[in-house]
């Protein structure tokens, strides 16, 4: 089996792109959607324990928890102690269970996989990007977004330039979803032929 690690700053497209991927029949796990699950679940006890007042009927409030983080790199480190480990087991299993199902080809999709060491776990790394101005254009649109707040959050991340240096394929979306799209079913076409580390 084939492990992709999919990864992309935020307003890359990286989102669309694991959609294409889904579509291409591949099937993906999406590390954004399992913290939310666990922010309504097996989370919320040490997230509320370290931070108290965050959760809100039984649920984490994402609101008042960055309200606990802006600022403090400290905060933040000790919040990651506790999610990363927890999302790190659900993508085991699901990698464990695409293997039994007899899976060729999967994709992770970690948003700090780089800043994370995720691509250890991976047999190639598919960075999405475009360029600057375009990434900022599409996240300074979104409700409540600013230009301090998308700063803030650039900060944690590895710079688009190195993240794209360290990839083995890269997708640019700033062109057509059609586009994209076929980039996504040339990286399919070249892994096909490649061993992955991990066949059972």
Same mark, same amino acid.
Not at 75 to 100: G, M, N, T, Y
């Given at each position: 089996?084939?492990i992709?690690?999919?990864?992309?700053?935020?307003?890359m497209?990286?989102?669309?792109?694991?959609?294409? /991927?889904?579509?291409?029949? =591949?099937? =993906?796990?999406?590390?954004?959607? #399992?913290?939310? &699950?666990?922010?309504e679940?097996?989370?919320?006890?040490?997230?509320?324990?370290? /931070? %108290?007042?965050?959760?809100? @009927?039984g649920?984490i409030? &994402?609101?008042?928890?960055? $309200?606990?983080?802006v600022?403090?790199?400290?905060?933040?480190? &000790?919040l990651? +102690? *506790?999610?990363?480990?927890?999302? &790190?087991?659900?993508?085991?299993?699901? *990698? $464990?269970?695409?293997r039994?199902?007899?899976?060729?080809? *999967? #994709?992770l999709?970690?948003p700090?996989? /780089?800043?994370?060491?995720?691509e250890?776990? =991976? @047999?190639?790394?598919?960075?999405?990007?475009?360029?600057? @101005?375009?990434?900022?254009?599409?996240?300074?649109?979104? %409700?409540?977004?600013s +230009?301090?707040?998308?700063?803030?959050?650039?900060?944690?991340?590895?710079?688009?330039?190195?993240?794209?240096?360290?990839a !083995? /394929?890269?997708? @640019?979306?700033?062109?057509?979803?059609?586009?994209?799209?076929?980039?996504? !079913?040339?990286?399919l076409? +070249?892994? +096909?032929?490649?061993?992955?580390?991990? *066949?059972?």
């Amino acid at each position: 089996m084939f492990i992709l690690g999919l990864t992309g700053s935020i307003g890359m497209g990286k989102s669309t792109t694991a959609n294409f /991927f889904r579509a291409a029949g =591949v099937p =993906v796990h999406d590390s954004d959607a #399992v913290v939310h &699950r666990l922010y309504e679940g097996e989370a919320v006890g040490p997230v509320e324990a370290a /931070f %108290p007042g965050v959760a809100v @009927d039984g649920k984490i409030d &994402r609101a008042r928890l960055a $309200e606990k983080l802006v600022g403090n790199p400290e905060a933040l480190k &000790r919040l990651e +102690a *506790i999610v990363h480990p927890l999302v &790190r087991a659900v993508s085991e299993r699901f *990698i $464990e269970e695409q293997r039994a199902r007899g899976a060729r080809v *999967i #994709v992770l999709d970690i948003p700090l996989l /780089f800043e994370t060491g995720g691509e250890k776990r =991976v @047999d190639a790394v598919v960075v999405v990007s475009a360029p600057a @101005d375009v990434q900022r254009a599409r996240v300074l649109s979104r %409700p409540g977004m600013s +230009a301090a707040k998308l700063d803030a959050l650039l900060a944690r991340q590895l710079p688009a330039t190195e993240k794209r240096a360290r990839a !083995h /394929f890269v997708v @640019d979306s700033s062109r057509s979803f059609d586009s994209a799209c076929a980039q996504v !079913h040339a990286i399919l076409r +070249a892994v +096909a032929a490649l061993p992955g580390r991990r *066949i059972s």
